[in-house]
């Protein structure tokens, strides 16, 4: 693995694409293959009704919810561990209110699975986004796109073509829904958050922004590498269960303020000119710094990278792992290295 020694974060050394390796079933390998083919039939049939047909009439919430459970249900995924900041386990019932999303909320999530988009669907039946390092605008797609990204190779860019908004716009659009963003732009294993997209900066001032990580136990069912199609069915549906690890952090507020154009435009020639001069006398390095200058995601001020800090420091948090440096575009040279590793 020292071939791939450059996509471990350089401060911390975790890798956040490298595939999770499954335990050997051993002497149990005949069990996984019964469970594989008396699950698969059900699997498949209700994945295909559901998205092709049912999906697409006025059933409401509660029965397509009913479905999504089933989905769910079929892999063995019964086990939820949820825990809410500020919330003793037992007493949810009763300190429940602000505390988990609700409609005209915001959800920054984290991205490690397919299983991610389906599990969210089924508690709040949101809205669904695709965020990009480099813009501030979103996409809105289905359940099933967002399932399929989990899936497919990472995008810097739109596509062309691509129908894009922002949040304001989409709350306002739909203000009894809940919106989730997955700010890292692309999966990992689960070992480490990415810089964010600066998409959640146009969440409004007042609207509430809901951090919520996801983990899983086995962890190999998690999509670090695009086109494993096969694997991740096989280890989704060849276990008896899984275990779903949630956490929801406590409300943060979007309280920046954009940076006037001109204002910018005139400090970023300054900065660019004294550190022009700068580089005559010493030589500097952005390695102590969560991402080089050349990766930034886009043009944020110190009080928008403070918002984006404090939802990435609440979902490095949950998860009990550490923010890392490497970005969207270092993903996609390490799915080239790996790729040629495969062949």
């Not at 999770?20 to 069990?31: D, E, F, Q, R």
């Not at 948090?317 to 270092?330: H, M, N, P, Q």
Request: net charge positive.
């Amino acid at each position: 693995m020292e071939k791939y020694s450059q996509f471990r974060d350089r401060g911390s050394g975790i890798a956040p694409f490298f595939p999770v390796t499954s335990t050997p079933a051993g002497i149990y390998l005949p069990v996984h293959i019964f469970l594989f083919l008396f699950k698969l039939p059900f699997f498949v049939t209700v994945s295909t009704t559901y998205f092709l047909f049912l999906q697409w009439f006025p059933l409401g919430s509660l029965p397509k919810k009913a479905i999504l459970w089933m989905m769910l249900g079929i892999p063995g995924i019964w086990w939820i561990d949820l825990q809410i900041d500020g919330v003793k386990k037992g007493s949810l019932a009763k300190k429940h209110e602000g505390r988990v999303p609700q409609p005209s909320n915001v959800i920054a999530s984290s991205f490690t699975s397919p299983i991610d988009s389906l599990y969210l669907a089924a508690i709040f039946d949101p809205i669904f986004t695709v965020s990009y390092p480099h813009t501030r605008q979103i996409q809105e797609i289905s359940l099933f796109g967002a399932i399929l990204r989990a899936l497919l190779r990472p995008q810097e860019h739109p596509p062309k073509g691509a129908k894009m908004t922002d949040l304001k716009d989409l709350l306002a659009e739909h203000p009894q829904r809940v919106i989730v963003v997955f700010p890292e732009c692309t999966t990992t294993n689960g070992k480490g958050i990415l810089p964010f997209s600066p998409s959640l900066l146009t969440t409004p001032p007042g609207t509430k922004i809901f951090p919520v990580n996801l983990r899983y136990s086995p962890p190999d069912v998690t999509t670090p590498v695009p086109g494993l199609y096969l694997s991740f069915i096989w280890n989704l549906l060849s276990r008896p269960t899984h275990c779903i690890r949630v956490r929801i952090a406590e409300v943060v507020y979007n309280t920046s303020k954009p940076t006037d154009p001109a204002a910018e435009k005139k400090e970023r020639y300054l900065t660019n000119f004294l550190d022009t001069l700068g580089e005559d006398s010493a030589m500097t390095s952005s390695t102590d710094t969560l991402t080089s200058l050349s990766d930034q995601p886009a043009e944020v001020n110190a009080e928008e990278k403070r918002i984006l800090d404090k939802v990435g420091e609440a979902l490095a948090r949950l998860g009990r792992v550490k923010r890392v440096g490497l970005t969207v575009k270092d993903k996609a040279a390490f799915i080239d290295a790996w790729s040629k590793r495969r062949r």
